[in-house]
């Protein structure tokens, strides 16, 4: 005969309360993990870049060319930065965390192999037309920096050089990808 109370059965809860705290124990193994955290690092991949931002690594090329102080732009990724110098033209540095230089799209150019520092790299002349240019930074294989000119009168070759010359100047403070 099952025990009973006046106000239903106590016995089951109790017990099942009771099998439930002695198999428990109050330690865990391991290092606690705010749930934010874990739900982000399982979900998305880490950002290479951190706390780089675009604008740092751009801002000491272009201020020495007399450019317009340089702004954060969100064309390319989150992590963007650009200025222009009238009568001259733009330039832009983006930091991509989620694509390579495999996944860069050549415009209207045409991807040419190159190295900047020891990384591999891509150039792409005439990418948004005449007088254009980006050079693109390996620094994952699914990350990357790119560097990109557009002059107002010129050639692509004097807009590449000036790619070149920002990309070569970012690429030490790049971090070093696995």
């Known amino acids: 005969m099952p025990l009973r109370s006046r ?5 089951a809860p109790i017990a ?18 705010p749930r934010a955290a874990a739900v982000k690092s399982s979900t998305q991949p880490a950002d290479v870049f951190r706390n780089l931002k675009a604008c740092d690594l751009l801002e ?18 989150d992590n963007g930065c650009g200025t222009r110098k009238y009568g001259f033209g733009s330039v832009t540095l983006y930091l991509v965390p989620e694509a390579g ?5 050549p415009g209207q150019g045409t991807k040419i192999p190159t190295k900047v520092g020891e990384r591999e ?10 007088q254009a240019c980006t050079v693109a ?3 994952t294989p699914n990350a990357r920096m790119t560097a990109s ?15 070149r010359e920002i990309a070569t100047a970012a690429e030490p403070k790049l971090p070093r990808g696995s």
């Open 7 to 11: 106000s239903g059965s106590l016995i």
């Open 16 to 33: 099942a309360l009771a099998v439930v705290t002695s198999a428990c124990s109050s330690e865990l193994p391991g290092s606690p993990v």
């Open 60 to 77: 000491p090329t272009t201020t020495t060319k007399d450019f317009d102080p340089p702004a954060e732009e969100t064309y390319e990724s």
């Open 101 to 105: 230089i495999d996944q860069l799209s």
């Open 121 to 130: 790299a891509v150039e792409i002349p005439g990418d948004a037309g005449k």
């Open 137 to 139: 930074i390996a620094v």
């Open 149 to 163: 000119t557009g002059l107002n009168k010129g050639t692509n070759e004097e807009a590449c050089a000036l790619s």
